[in-house]
């Protein structure tokens, strides 16, 4: 599954407060359940008198700014992630009975309304016999990438780890027979990689749980409550503590729908009590706001001030594997939307659909090999920073355009020039178009800057001149030392 369907992106990461889908809209609430439900006995933390005034909203209540800063801070640092969708869907691979299936390859299931007997058969097909722990996160590694989030269940219910709770899973059903969640926590640990697991909470198409738009085969029917105490509650538990006390480093829900404001007091009272302080995005539902918001496939024009945030994004255009979308981004347009995220203040979270076989596409990997190559040379004015310290940069770069269904799309704009992040003692300038002059003038600096360093060349002899009108850096070598983004170091 990625994140979210069409239909239900927009809800889920332009409504904050209670992030709810299209279809939770339609919906009639569920009354809550009586005392068995109830979760006052599970202790939370108390709030103290004097929360973060810089992030107010948080799913620990009433954490101060030191403690907010020490529990978020190597995610704020981190920067640039890897999402993995990976699961039954990648057997299909976008097709039924032989014909192409629109949509997003994990919605297969509910765009195609395969019947779930007909669906669970392609777990037969699931060899993942070329699934390799090591190379997943060696290849998220060498792309300077600091975190996975990895699919532990998408929407069509299938748990991609050893669960008790049923035999829809990848130990039981397919030939695999192997945890590769417990294999990829191992590696992550050697490899110094932080591993946080997507869990979709809401929306199970085999188990009981919701479905946008309805559901399409009778055996699906059944209740929502049942479906959170019996399947996800217990599923969650599994995911929390099965990993060892490092992992997950975050949990990352999805698509809310028909989850209740009680419902979801119900998960979280689970996350607090197992692993209190556990980093969550906004997508639990029921007026769960998290400690993230998750723009998806776009970059918003100003961030999102007083919030931490991450963009989620595909290398191609769909998540899940789906063998006929070769839509691949460039080299180009992944590191200049990386600039442009840390610019803003914000996390890149970019996926990779593996195949059935447990292979990352050799576009996928090629590209990541490229970034990482720059982020080797330049990966210093990318984490552990900070915004721009530039305003006009925070504000929109351009009218937004939208697709034909009113989606924002936020394609490399030829016009922009560069951008800037910012830590103590350096601002980080990353040029794109580079100039033939010799010298580029920026807006004004608060900061004295003592001295200039191209962090790809520092043998250049870099001089800056400063006035009302401006920051100029003089000595540029005629040729750009990176085609794609060259940064320069000014210090202060």
């Not at 640039?80 to 869907?89: A, E, L, N, Q, S």
């Not at 729908?257 to 009272?269: L, Y």
């Not at 982020?375 to 004015?381: D, I």
């Amino acid at each position: 599954m990625k994140p979210c369907t069409k239909t239900l992106l927009i809800a889920s990461l332009l409504l904050p407060m209670s992030i709810v889908t299209t279809r939770a809209d339609t919906n009639k609430a569920t009354a809550p359940k009586p005392a068995e439900h109830a979760v006052t006995s599970t202790p939370t933390p108390k709030p103290t008198p004097t929360p973060d005034p810089e992030h107010p909203v948080s799913s620990v209540p009433g954490e101060t700014k030191a403690q907010r800063d020490a529990r978020m801070g190597w995610w704020r640092d981190a920067k640039f992630g890897m999402f993995i969708h990976w699961g039954v869907y990648s057997v299909p691979a976008g097709f039924y009975n032989d014909k192409p299936v629109s949509g997003l390859g994990e919605w297969i299931m509910h765009h195609g309304k395969i019947p779930m007997t007909e669906y669970q058969k392609f777990a037969e097909q699931f060899t993942a016999d070329k699934f390799d722990a090591a190379q997943f996160v060696a290849t998220a590694k060498s792309a300077g990438m600091k975190y996975i989030v990895i699919t532990s269940k998408h929407h069509d219910g299938f748990a991609m780890f050893d669960t008790k709770v049923n035999g829809w899973n990848i130990v039981q059903a397919t030939p695999f027979k192997r945890d590769p969640l417990k294999e990829l926590a191992e590696e992550c640990r050697k490899q110094g990689i932080k591993l946080g697991f997507y869990y979709s909470q809401a929306q199970d198409w085999n188990n009981g749980g919701s479905a946008a738009g309805g559901k399409w085969d009778k055996v699906q029917e059944h209740d929502m409550d049942d479906y959170i105490d019996k399947t996800a509650i217990p599923q969650i538990k599994e995911i929390l503590t099965n990993y060892g006390p490092d992992t997950p480093a975050v949990v990352w829900w999805d698509t809310p729908v028909d989850i209740t404001k009680e419902r979801a007091a119900r998960i979280n009272a689970v996350i607090q009590k197992l692993r209190p302080g556990l980093i969550q995005n906004n997508r639990l539902g029921g007026g769960v706001r998290g400690d993230t918001e998750t723009p998806e496939q776009n970059i918003p024009a100003q961030g999102y001030p007083g919030r931490d945030w991450e963009t989620c994004m595909t290398i191609n255009n769909t998540w899940g594997f789906k063998k006929n979308d070769q839509k691949w981004k460039s080299t180009e347009t992944v590191i200049h939307n990386l600039c442009d995220i840390a610019s803003k203040g914000g996390n890149y979270l970019l996926n990779v659909g593996p195949d059935s076989h447990g292979e990352i596409p050799t576009e996928s990997v090629k590209m990541l090999a490229e970034v990482g190559a720059w982020m080797k040379l330049n990966g210093e004015a990318i984490y552990g920073t900070s915004a721009t310290p530039f305003d006009m940069l925070m504000g929109s770069y351009g009218p937004t355009k939208m697709d034909k269904k009113g989606k924002p799309v936020t394609p490399f704009i030829p016009d922009w020039k560069w951008r800037a992040t910012s830590k103590p003692g350096h601002v980080y300038l990353m040029v794109f178009a580079w100039p033939d002059k010799g010298s580029y003038t920026i807006p004004v600096l608060k900061q004295k800057i003592t001295g200039a360093t191209l962090l790809a060349d520092p043998t250049a002899k870099l001089t800056v001149t400063q006035d009302d009108k401006g920051t100029t850096i003089s000595g540029l070598p005629p040729k750009a030392p990176d085609a794609i983004a060259s940064v320069i170091d000014l210090k202060y």
